[in-house]
C-alpha cells in the first residue's frame, strides 16, 4: 500500500478502522478492494486472502481524491480490474450453491450504456455470477452454465449519473430466485423476476474475476464509466440490516 492523506483526507488509520468495521459486517469477506493502491498495476486485497487485482494500467492514473478518500476513476473505454479464475469467487459445485454477497460502491458519469460493475463470468466462454448496470437498472444474476440458465432479480430506473450509489447484491445458495436480494443505498429495490431456463447450480469455470468490464471470448467491453470506491465479495448472505449499515459506513467514512 501507498495511501497518503493530505489536509481535508482521511489518514491511513481512519481508512483501516472502516475497512475493519466493513469486514466485520460482512462476516467472512473473500475479497474486499478499496482505492488504497495508489501505483503500479497490482491491486491489493484487503479481506486477508492476498487475492491480489490486476489493473489495465497504472492505477496511478486512475486516482481521484475529491472526497475524504481516494477513489478510481474508470474511463469508461478501456479501464478495468481483474483477477485470473480463483476457486474461492465460485460458490456453486455444478450441484448446489453456497450463499454469498457483492458490494459496489460506485459513482457513474453516464447512465446511457450496459456496464457490467463486478462478475466472475465471459459471456461467451462460461459463467458464474455478474452484478449489471444496464443504463440506469440494476440487476444481479447467478449462472448454470451446464443448462444456460440463470437466477435474477432487477429493478429498472435506479440510477441517475454524477451521485455516489452503494450497490449490494445476496444470494442464499438456494437456487431459487427468491433468494436474491438487491440493495441500493441500504434500501431493498428488485422487485422483477429475471430468471430464464431450469437453474441447478453454479460450476466451477475458468472465468475470471473482473471489476468495471464485462468479459467476452476473454476479451472485455461493456466498461464501466465513473468512480469506484470500494469493491467486496464475501461467503455468506448479508442481511437487510447489515446491508444498511454497510451503506452509512463506507458513504460516511467518504462523505457522500
Request: charge should be negative; glycine fraction near 10%; charged fraction near 20%.
Amino acid at each position: 500500500m501507498t495511501y497518503h492523506s493530505s489536509v481535508g483526507h482521511a489518514e491511513e488509520w481512519e481508512y483501516l478502522e472502516m475497512l475493519s468495521q466493513v469486514r466485520r459486517v460482512m462476516g467472512d469477506p473473500v475479497v474486499v478492494v478499496p482505492p488504497l493502491t495508489t501505483t503500479g498495476t497490482s491491486v491489493d486485497d484487503y479481506s486477508g486472502n492476498a487475492r491480489t487485482l490486476t489493473a489495465t494500467e497504472s492505477v496511478a492514473g486512475w486516482l481521484d481524491h475529491s472526497t475524504r478518500g481516494y477513489m478510481y476513476v474508470l474511463d469508461g473505454t478501456a479501464d478495468y480490474m481483474y483477477r485470473a479464475d480463483d476457486a474461492g469467487l465460485t460458490f456453486g459445485n455444478g450441484s448446489s450453491d453456497s450463499a454469498f454477497s457483492v458490494m459496489v460502491v460506485m459513482y457513474p458519469t453516464s447512465v446511457a450504456s450496459y456496464n457490467v460493475l463486478v462478475s466472475k463470468a465471459d459471456v461467451t466462454l462460461y459463467k458464474e455470477w455478474a452484478l449489471i448496470k444496464n443504463e440506469d437498472d440494476i440487476l444481479f444474476a447467478v449462472y448454470d452454465d451446464v443448462e444456460g440458465s440463470q437466477l435474477a432479480r432487477s429493478k429498472t430506473s435506479v440510477f441517475s449519473a454524477d451521485t455516489w450509489y452503494s450497490v449490494i447484491a445476496t444470494y442464499d445458495g438456494s437456487g431459487a430466485s427468491t433468494g436474491i436480494n438487491v440493495y441500493v443505498d441500504g434500501v431493498k429495490v428488485d422487485d422483477t423476476d429475471s430468471s430464464s431456463g431450469s437453474y441447478t447450480a453454479m460450476g466451477d469455470t475458468a472465468a475470471k474475476f473482473v471489476v468495471g468490464a464485462r468479459m467476452n471470448n476473454d476479451v472485455a467491453d461493456s466498461f464501466f464509466p465513473g468512480k469506484i470506491g470500494m469493491v467486496c465479495v464475501t461467503a455468506g448472505e448479508i442481511s437487510s440490516v447489515g446491508a444498511g449499515n454497510l451503506d452509512k459506513i463506507v458513504k460516511g467514512f467518504y462523505g457522500v
